[in-house]
């Protein structure tokens, strides 16, 4: 699986053995939107319609087009955790916030 990016949009791409296509859908959203096409050149072209489409027709219908995250998270772990990486945050010389960024940017590569 591979994905693309448009707009702050992404999508996870798969290839389709049985129709022999390349099969797209923007992830984050609640929305479905999905795209296809055959070439990787096409998906390209086919995704960024998808955006701007999705774009339009939200401006159309008078809705807001959802922003894929809004760069809150919240989340509980065990406080064993929690007190390991607010001590490793501050041996850092950074806030806990800025410290688990790095991380989770990290791990998300």
Not at 12 to 37: P, S
Not at 86 to 105: C, F, H, R, T
Request: charged share 30%; with cysteine.
């Amino acid at each position: 699986m591979s994905t693309m990016t448009y707009k702050g949009y992404s999508a996870r791409i798969e290839f389709d053995a049985d129709d022999e296509i390349f099969v797209g859908h923007i992830a984050g959203i609640q929305d479905r939107v999905g795209f296809h096409a055959d070439t990787v050149a096409d998906l390209k072209t086919a995704f960024h319609e998808a955006v701007d489409d999705y774009l339009d027709a939200c401006i159309k219908v008078g809705k807001a087009p959802q922003k894929p995250y809004s760069g809150k998270v919240m989340f509980r772990v065990d406080p064993e955790v929690h007190r390991r990486a607010a001590m490793a945050a501050e041996l850092a010389g950074k806030s806990l916030n800025q410290w688990a960024e790095e991380v989770l940017d990290r791990a998300a590569e």
